[in-house]
C-alpha cells in the first residue's frame, strides 16, 4: 500500500492573484482600521490634528458670524490661499531635509518686482516678464546649495544673507515710486482675480481628480500585493474614490453658488498633486525623505545627497518666486512691501501647522494646503469679526506653538515604540 502523500496540485498564477484580490478585499477594510488605530497610538497621527482644528475653527467663527462659511467668503479664501500656499510648497521640501529658507518671502517680493518693471516699464512680452523671475528663482536656489554644500554653510545663515540682500535688489529696481501698477486686462491680473472654471469643467475635474486617485491607489496595491506585502482593500480604494466624488461635488456645487473655483487655486493643487507625487512615487521622494531622516546613512546607501539638496533649494526659490508672481497678480501690482510683513512666517508657519516636522524626514505637500487653510481661515474669520491684526499674529503663533508640541510628543511616542 503506498502510503506516500500524493502531491499538492500548485495554482495558476491567475487563481493565485485572484486569491490575494478577495483576501485583500475580505480582510483589508478591518485591517486598515486597525492599522490606523496602530498609527495613532504609536504617534504618527498625521494631518489628523490640522483638520480636527480646522473643523473647530470653521465652527467657531461660523457661530460668530453666518458669512464665515457662505460661499463668497470661501472663494475670497481659497484666492487668498494660493499664493502664500505654493510659496510653502518650497518650504515643505526644505523641512524635510531638515533645513529651512528664510529668503522666501524676499524672492517672492523680487520676482513681482521684475514682473513689473519687464512687463509695465520695459514693456516686454508678458511671458518673458513671468519666466525671468522663474530664472531668478532657479539662480537664488543654487547658490544656496553651493555655499551649502561646498563650504559647508549652513541654510539658515545663507538664506538669512539672501533675505537681506534679495530684498535690497527689490528696492533698487522698483526705485523711488515704490510701486508698479499691473494691467487690469492683462493675463496675470485676470488669472489672478476674474478667471474661474465653468460649472460643466469643475465637475468634469472632479471626477477626473477621482478617477487618478483610484487608479494610482490601485497600482500601488497591486503591486504590495504581487511582492507580497499588505495592501489596502480594493474596495477600500472605491469606496474613497467614490467619497472623493460627493465630497469635491459638494464643494464644487457650493462655490458655484458665488463665482465658483478659482483657476489660481486649481493652479496651486496641481502644483501640491505633482510635488505629492513626486515624493511619494518615485526615488527621488524616498530620498529626500531617507536625507532628512538620517543623512549619513542615506549617503551610505548610495544616494546622491548633494543631488537632492541642489533640487530640494532650487524648487524652494522657484515657488517663492511662483508664488510671488501669483500674489502680485492678486494685488495688481508690486510694492517695496511686497514678499514682505508676514509671508515668511506665514508660509513657514503654514508647512508646520499643516504637519511637516521641523526636525526633518516627516511631512508631505498636501501640508501646506492644510496649513494655509488654516492661517487664511483664522485671518477670514478675525476679519469678519472686525478684529485686530493683532490678534490674529497671536491665535497663529498660538497654533503653530500648538503645531510644534505635537510634532514632539508624536517624535517621542514613535520613539518610545521603536517606529521612528
Do not use: C
Not at 493565485?16 to 480582510?27: F, I, P, Y
Not at 465637475?203 to 491607489?217: F, K, N
Not at 497654533?399 to 514613535?414: M, P, T, W
Request: aromatic residues 8%; charged residues 10%; hydrophobic residues 55%.
Amino acid at each position: 500500500m503506498n502510503l506516500r502523500p500524493r502531491p499538492r496540485a500548485v495554482p495558476e498564477t491567475g487563481m493565485l492573484d485572484r486569491q490575494d484580490e478577495r483576501l485583500s478585499t475580505a480582510t483589508g477594510l478591518a485591517g486598515e482600521s486597525r492599522q490606523l488605530w496602530r498609527r495613532v497610538r504609536t504617534g504618527d497621527i498625521g494631518s489628523l490634528p490640522v483638520i480636527i482644528g480646522l473643523i473647530l475653527i470653521a465652527v467657531v467663527f461660523q457661530s460668530l458670524n453666518p458669512l464665515f462659511l457662505s460661499s463668497v467668503n470661501l472663494v475670497n479664501l481659497m484666492l487668498d490661499s494660493a499664493a502664500v500656499g505654493t510659496i510653502a510648497v518650497g518650504v515643505v521640501l526644505i523641512l524635510l531635509l531638515a533645513q529651512i529658507d528664510l529668503s522666501i518671502g524676499s524672492v517672492s517680493g523680487f520676482a513681482a518686482a521684475i514682473l513689473a518693471v519687464t512687463f509695465v516699464q520695459l514693456q516686454w512680452p508678458l511671458w518673458l516678464s513671468l519666466l525671468l523671475p522663474v530664472v531668478m528663482g532657479v539662480i537664488v536656489g543654487y547658490i544656496y546649495s553651493f555655499l551649502f554644500l561646498h563650504f559647508g554653510v549652513p541654510s539658515f545663515v545663507s538664506t538669512l544673507g539672501g533675505l537681506l540682500a534679495i530684498f535690497g535688489f527689490q528696492l533698487f529696481i522698483l526705485g523711488t515710486n515704490g510701486s508698479i501698477n499691473l494691467p487690469f486686462d492683462s493675463l496675470i491680473v485676470r488669472f489672478a482675480q476674474k478667471m474661474f472654471l465653468a460649472p460643466v469643467t469643475a465637475y468634469v475635474l472632479v471626477v477626473l481628480i477621482a478617477a487618478g486617485y483610484v487608479a494610482v491607489a490601485l497600482s500601488a496595491a497591486r503591486k504590495r500585493v504581487r511582492a507580497d506585502l499588505s495592501a489596502p482593500s480594493y474596495l477600500g480604494i472605491w469606496i474613497k474614490g467614490a467619497l472623493l466624488v460627493v465630497i469635491l461635488g459638494f464643494i464644487t456645487w457650493y462655490l458655484n453658488l458665488s463665482r465658483g473655483v478659482a483657476v489660481m487655486f486649481v493652479v496651486f493643487l496641481a502644483i501640491i498633486a505633482v510635488v505629492a507625487y513626486a515624493l511619494k512615487r518615485t526615488q527621488w521622494g524616498r530620498a529626500m525623505y531617507a536625507i532628512g531622516g538620517n543623512v549619513e546613512a542615506a549617503r551610505r546607501a548610495g544616494i546622491r545627497v548633494n543631488r537632492v539638496y541642489l533640487s530640494a533649494f532650487i524648487l524652494s526659490s522657484v515657488l517663492a518666486a511662483v508664488g510671488g508672481l501669483f500674489a502680485a497678480g492678486r494685488l495688481a501690482a508690486a510694492t517695496l512691501s511686497s514678499g514682505t510683513n508676514d509671508v515668511n512666517l506665514d508660509a513657514i508657519a503654514a508647512a508646520v501647522i499643516g504637519g511637516t516636522s521641523l526636525f526633518g524626514g516627516r511631512g508631505n505637500a498636501q501640508s501646506a494646503l492644510l496649513g494655509i487653510l488654516v492661517i487664511e481661515a483664522i485671518a477670514s474669520g478675525l476679519n469678519l469679526l472686525n478684529l485686530d491684526s493683532s490678534i490674529r499674529f497671536m491665535v497663529t503663533g498660538g497654533v503653530l506653538i500648538v503645531a510644534v508640541v505635537v510634532d514632539s510628543l508624536s517624535r517621542r511616542s514613535r520613539a518610545a515604540h521603536g517606529t521612528a
